[in-house]
Protein backbone atom coordinates (compact mmCIF):
# COMPACT_ATOMS: atom_id res chain seq x y z
CA UNK A 1 0.00 0.00 0.00
CA UNK A 2 0.83 3.53 -0.96
CA UNK A 3 1.40 5.34 2.96
CA UNK A 4 2.88 8.30 4.19
CA UNK A 5 3.29 8.19 7.96
CA UNK A 6 4.38 11.44 10.01
CA UNK A 7 5.16 12.14 13.10
CA UNK A 8 7.21 14.86 15.56
CA UNK A 9 3.68 16.82 16.64
CA UNK A 10 3.22 18.22 19.87
CA UNK A 11 3.32 20.97 22.20
CA UNK A 12 6.04 23.65 21.90
CA UNK A 13 5.91 27.07 23.45
CA UNK A 14 6.37 30.23 21.51
CA UNK A 15 10.08 30.55 19.97
CA UNK A 16 10.80 26.70 20.34
CA UNK A 17 11.65 24.19 17.90
CA UNK A 18 9.88 20.98 16.33
CA UNK A 19 11.08 18.32 13.60
CA UNK A 20 8.38 16.82 11.83
CA UNK A 21 9.30 13.75 10.31
CA UNK A 22 7.29 11.49 7.26
CA UNK A 23 7.96 8.03 5.91
CA UNK A 24 6.29 6.65 2.88
CA UNK A 25 6.21 3.14 1.73
CA UNK A 26 4.83 1.70 -1.50
CA UNK A 27 6.33 4.09 -4.11
CA UNK A 28 9.44 4.52 -5.50
CA UNK A 29 9.87 7.86 -3.31
CA UNK A 30 12.94 9.90 -4.84
CA UNK A 31 10.72 9.86 -8.26
CA UNK A 32 8.26 12.16 -6.49
CA UNK A 33 7.73 15.86 -4.90
CA UNK A 34 6.72 16.47 -1.67
CA UNK A 35 5.37 18.78 0.10
CA UNK A 36 3.66 19.69 3.68
CA UNK A 37 0.35 21.81 3.93
CA UNK A 38 -0.88 22.57 7.82
CA UNK A 39 -4.23 22.95 8.12
CA UNK A 40 -4.99 24.68 11.73
CA UNK A 41 -8.22 24.29 14.01
CA UNK A 42 -11.58 24.92 12.07
CA UNK A 43 -9.72 26.58 9.27
CA UNK A 44 -8.82 25.68 5.59
CA UNK A 45 -6.23 24.53 4.04
CA UNK A 46 -2.68 26.08 3.41
CA UNK A 47 0.30 24.93 1.52
CA UNK A 48 3.44 25.18 3.86
CA UNK A 49 7.15 24.04 1.61
CA UNK A 50 7.67 21.89 -1.03
CA UNK A 51 10.75 19.83 -2.48
CA UNK A 52 11.85 18.31 -5.36
CA UNK A 53 12.80 14.24 -5.94
CA UNK A 54 16.41 14.93 -5.81
CA UNK A 55 16.20 17.17 -2.82
CA UNK A 56 17.89 19.85 -4.89
CA UNK A 57 15.30 22.46 -5.09
CA UNK A 58 12.85 23.56 -2.27
CA UNK A 59 9.72 26.18 -1.72
CA UNK A 60 8.67 28.17 1.10
CA UNK A 61 5.54 29.66 1.93
CA UNK A 62 6.21 33.29 2.81
CA UNK A 63 4.88 32.77 6.50
CA UNK A 64 7.46 30.25 7.16
CA UNK A 65 10.38 31.64 4.83
CA UNK A 66 13.45 31.96 7.01
CA UNK A 67 12.13 29.72 10.09
CA UNK A 68 11.20 26.16 8.16
CA UNK A 69 13.43 24.02 6.44
CA UNK A 70 12.40 20.88 4.38
CA UNK A 71 14.82 18.15 3.99
CA UNK A 72 14.63 14.83 2.42
CA UNK A 73 16.56 11.73 2.88
CA UNK A 74 15.63 9.22 0.22
CA UNK A 75 17.76 6.32 1.53
CA UNK A 76 15.16 6.25 4.70
CA UNK A 77 12.38 7.13 2.33
CA UNK A 78 11.76 10.19 4.67
CA UNK A 79 11.17 13.81 4.45
CA UNK A 80 11.55 16.40 7.26
CA UNK A 81 10.39 19.93 8.07
CA UNK A 82 12.27 21.56 10.51
CA UNK A 83 10.13 24.11 12.18
CA UNK A 84 12.42 27.44 14.60
CA UNK A 85 10.83 30.28 16.12
CA UNK A 86 7.58 28.55 16.21
CA UNK A 87 4.90 30.92 16.65
CA UNK A 88 1.05 30.61 17.97
CA UNK A 89 -0.07 30.94 14.68
CA UNK A 90 1.70 27.62 13.72
CA UNK A 91 -0.51 25.77 15.17
CA UNK A 92 -1.87 23.21 12.66
CA UNK A 93 -2.32 19.81 12.10
CA UNK A 94 0.20 19.01 9.99
CA UNK A 95 0.26 17.03 6.29
CA UNK A 96 2.72 15.26 4.46
CA UNK A 97 1.61 14.63 0.81
CA UNK A 98 3.33 13.54 -2.48
CA UNK A 99 2.77 15.43 -5.39
CA UNK A 100 1.26 13.39 -8.51
CA UNK A 101 4.68 14.01 -10.47
CA UNK A 102 7.36 16.62 -10.50
CA UNK A 103 6.40 20.34 -10.71
CA UNK A 104 2.55 19.15 -10.91
CA UNK A 105 1.58 20.12 -6.94
CA UNK A 106 -1.43 18.56 -7.07
CA UNK A 107 -1.44 15.57 -3.73
CA UNK A 108 -2.61 12.63 -4.49
CA UNK A 109 -1.15 10.92 -1.43
CA UNK A 110 -1.51 12.51 2.00
CA UNK A 111 -0.64 11.26 5.39
CA UNK A 112 -2.67 11.39 8.35
CA UNK A 113 -1.37 14.61 9.44
CA UNK A 114 0.55 15.76 12.96
CA UNK A 115 -0.75 18.01 15.60
CA UNK A 116 1.44 20.89 16.46
CA UNK A 117 0.17 23.28 19.28
CA UNK A 118 2.26 26.47 19.83
CA UNK A 119 1.57 27.56 23.44
CA UNK A 120 2.48 29.08 26.57
CA UNK B 1 -0.27 35.63 -5.28
CA UNK B 2 -3.07 33.72 -6.14
CA UNK B 3 -6.26 34.20 -4.66
CA UNK B 4 -8.68 31.75 -4.83
CA UNK B 5 -12.19 32.58 -4.26
CA UNK B 6 -14.68 29.56 -3.67
CA UNK B 7 -18.47 29.66 -3.47
CA UNK B 8 -21.33 29.31 -2.24
CA UNK B 9 -19.63 28.93 1.08
CA UNK B 10 -22.08 26.77 2.25
CA UNK B 11 -24.60 24.21 0.24
CA UNK B 12 -27.21 21.85 1.46
CA UNK B 13 -28.76 19.63 -0.86
CA UNK B 14 -31.06 16.40 -1.38
CA UNK B 15 -29.74 13.09 -2.28
CA UNK B 16 -29.77 12.08 -5.93
CA UNK B 17 -29.35 15.93 -7.00
CA UNK B 18 -26.68 17.59 -8.83
CA UNK B 19 -24.73 19.81 -7.61
CA UNK B 20 -22.01 23.02 -8.69
CA UNK B 21 -19.38 24.08 -6.50
CA UNK B 22 -17.36 27.11 -8.65
CA UNK B 23 -13.91 28.30 -7.71
CA UNK B 24 -12.18 31.65 -9.21
CA UNK B 25 -8.47 32.31 -9.55
CA UNK B 26 -7.69 36.04 -8.90
CA UNK B 27 -5.15 35.60 -12.12
CA UNK B 28 -5.03 33.01 -14.50
CA UNK B 29 -4.20 29.42 -13.71
CA UNK B 30 -4.06 27.19 -16.90
CA UNK B 31 -5.38 24.16 -16.33
CA UNK B 32 -3.08 23.78 -12.87
CA UNK B 33 -6.13 23.45 -10.63
CA UNK B 34 -6.89 20.49 -8.42
CA UNK B 35 -10.19 19.48 -6.15
CA UNK B 36 -9.80 18.10 -2.72
CA UNK B 37 -12.53 16.32 -0.67
CA UNK B 38 -11.93 16.87 3.32
CA UNK B 39 -13.98 15.04 6.05
CA UNK B 40 -14.34 15.78 9.54
CA UNK B 41 -10.52 14.31 11.53
CA UNK B 42 -9.57 13.26 7.90
CA UNK B 43 -6.84 14.57 5.76
CA UNK B 44 -7.66 15.89 2.10
CA UNK B 45 -8.54 13.37 -0.70
CA UNK B 46 -7.70 14.48 -4.18
CA UNK B 47 -10.69 14.41 -6.70
CA UNK B 48 -9.63 16.34 -9.39
CA UNK B 49 -6.35 17.39 -11.10
CA UNK B 50 -5.68 19.01 -14.59
CA UNK B 51 -8.46 20.90 -14.07
CA UNK B 52 -11.21 17.99 -15.49
CA UNK B 53 -9.02 15.10 -14.97
CA UNK B 54 -10.45 12.29 -12.40
CA UNK B 55 -7.70 10.98 -9.54
CA UNK B 56 -7.26 7.65 -8.94
CA UNK B 57 -10.45 5.50 -7.72
CA UNK B 58 -12.67 8.90 -8.46
CA UNK B 59 -16.37 7.99 -9.17
CA UNK B 60 -17.30 8.58 -12.24
CA UNK B 61 -20.36 11.21 -10.77
CA UNK B 62 -17.39 14.19 -9.82
CA UNK B 63 -16.37 16.37 -12.93
CA UNK B 64 -13.99 18.98 -13.36
CA UNK B 65 -14.10 22.01 -16.01
CA UNK B 66 -12.57 25.34 -16.48
CA UNK B 67 -9.15 26.72 -17.30
CA UNK B 68 -7.72 30.33 -16.99
CA UNK B 69 -9.64 31.47 -13.98
CA UNK B 70 -12.89 29.99 -13.66
CA UNK B 71 -13.45 26.43 -12.82
CA UNK B 72 -16.21 23.96 -11.56
CA UNK B 73 -16.32 21.11 -9.39
CA UNK B 74 -19.93 19.00 -10.18
CA UNK B 75 -21.19 16.23 -8.47
CA UNK B 76 -23.79 14.37 -9.98
CA UNK B 77 -26.43 12.37 -7.76
CA UNK B 78 -25.05 13.29 -4.95
CA UNK B 79 -24.93 10.76 -2.09
CA UNK B 80 -24.79 11.04 1.94
CA UNK B 81 -21.21 10.37 1.29
CA UNK B 82 -20.47 13.08 -0.03
CA UNK B 83 -21.11 15.28 2.49
CA UNK B 84 -17.65 17.34 3.26
CA UNK B 85 -15.73 19.99 2.48
CA UNK B 86 -14.33 20.75 -0.79
CA UNK B 87 -11.11 22.75 -1.34
CA UNK B 88 -9.59 24.08 -5.01
CA UNK B 89 -6.04 24.63 -5.01
CA UNK B 90 -3.72 26.16 -7.71
CA UNK B 91 -0.54 24.78 -8.55
CA UNK B 92 0.50 27.15 -11.60
CA UNK B 93 2.50 29.25 -9.44
CA UNK B 94 4.29 29.62 -5.87
CA UNK B 95 2.88 29.79 -3.78
CA UNK B 96 0.35 27.16 -3.74
CA UNK B 97 -2.84 28.41 -2.48
CA UNK B 98 -6.07 27.22 -1.75
CA UNK B 99 -9.41 28.15 -1.75
CA UNK B 100 -11.63 28.98 1.48
CA UNK B 101 -13.31 25.83 0.89
CA UNK B 102 -17.44 25.11 0.40
CA UNK B 103 -18.86 23.02 2.86
CA UNK B 104 -21.89 20.69 1.57
CA UNK B 105 -24.43 19.06 3.24
CA UNK B 106 -26.53 16.53 2.49
CA UNK B 107 -30.32 16.79 3.29
Redesign the interface.
Known sequence: DVQLVESGGGLIQPGGCLRLSCVASGFTFNNYEM?W?RQAPGK????VS?ILGSGSTM?Y??SVKGRFTISRDNGKNTVSLQMNSLRVEDTAIY?CARA?RTY?????I????TMVTVSS | EIVMTQSPATLSVSPGERDTLSCRASQSVSSNLAWYQQKPGQAPRLLIYGASTRATGIPARFSGSGSGTDFTLTISSLQSEDSAVYYCQQYDKWPLTFGQGTKLEIK
Open positions: GVGLEWDWADYISQAFDWGQG
